[in-house]
């Protein structure tokens, strides 16, 4: 389409019609700002590790949204919209070059209300969250990043995590309530999306206009304590998992079970979980750790560690050990390992889940976060590979596949190619009237590029 090749732009001109705006030249900043985490994967590594813009714009607002959105059309220049720049996938990572348009200065909070809030998209979201939960109100879900990640950022690249749960996934419908857009067009538009519309612009990675501010739902806050409960073997961990997941009566928000050795890479709990445990990583609301030990009793757990709602604050905070943070942690101590992303079939009996378990060993460890998908409980996993070639991650992959597990492929940096698999028409139709120069995240989207 028609984009500039950005050496040849007249950015001093660019940079007066900025006016304003504040502008980041200095290389080593842009380079900077121009990464994620695509590192998790051996393959985005040898695709992206060269890509830098040629400049990072940080609006104050959404007239200089609409300004640097004006400018970047007129010029033709690529624009990639970053949050915290937490992504796995090199979702932010400009692949042409052009202006970053970094969104870490539009953070107000506009209103709160019972169960629902209306937020400018650089907002960070354990930020908001403390906000809320001062009016007894907490975002229903958050990334284990909700401490660095925005809530533009979540909504823009982000699937689930801590509260999915009891929650879903941000695809369900009723987890994202409105957004508003700006436009990349001669003269920008905002345009406010709500209802079902908001899928023309979630998770389509910043491709289909520059999200302003977002109406999110809330929920009641609980007193979640935090546990860690080992178990002597995987499969018992597993099913101790699916059935505190299916315990309607036991308020949680998140139920994490990680297989020996890989509670070995968590630092902070060396002397609490013994090596090579099975275990469980919760968050369970107060009142019910009664009921909740009668399960542990059951299963024949062990409470290792117990930290109450109120010291929430204080030391590691449980959930940095979860969903990709257990990854973090266990390439912190050994980078050459990678991840997949999978969601398992609703099974009570968990099958598959124990097939794949024996079937690879050690070579794919397992990592399942129980989560709710249109009412059922069943567990996603983000297993931590022992990365050996291309070929064999893509053995792993189809092996998965073939047998019935969906993965949501974290080794590519095309939309549709992960957890999609197909092309959303819908987006598609949306990206066209919203930017027909293709200018936003230019690369990213299979649809737009094969058009
Ligand atoms: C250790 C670790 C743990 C993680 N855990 C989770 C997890 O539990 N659940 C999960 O879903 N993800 C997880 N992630 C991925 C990521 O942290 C989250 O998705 C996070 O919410 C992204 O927020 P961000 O502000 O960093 O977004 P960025 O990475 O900056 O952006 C993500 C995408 O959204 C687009 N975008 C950003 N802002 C806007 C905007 N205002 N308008 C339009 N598009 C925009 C960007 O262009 C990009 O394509 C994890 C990543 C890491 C490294």
Redesign the pocket.
Known sequence: MTVAPTRSLDWNQIFTELGTVEIIRDPAQVAKLSK??YS?SPLLVADLADKVGDVVVRPANEAEVMQVAAVCTRYKVPL?????????YG??IPLRGGVILD?SKMQAVKWAKPGVARVE??VRMAALDKQTREMGWEIRMA???YR???I???I???????GSITYGQLRDRGNLLALRVVTMEEQPRVIELRGDDVYK?AHA??TN????ELEIPLSPAYPWAELIVTFPDFMTAARFGQRLGDADGIVKKLICICAAPISNYFAPFKEIIPNNSHCALLMITEPCLEPFSELVKELGGTVRYQKSAQDAGKGVAIGEFT???T??HARSIDPSLTYLQTLFPADKELKLVEHMYHHFGDEVMMHLEYIRVNGVVLPAALQIVRYSTPERLQEIIKYHEDNGAFIANPHTYIIEDGGRKTIDPLQLEFKKMVDPHGLL?PGKMRAWEEL
């Open positions: 994620d985490y998790y990639t919209i970053r949050g915290a720049g937490t992504g796995n979702q932010c969104m998209a650089g990334p284990s990043t660095t990640a925005t533009g950022g979540f823009g690249g982000g699937s689930g995590g801590i612009v990675w910043g206009g520059i999200i302003t969903w990709n943070h990854t973090l995240n």
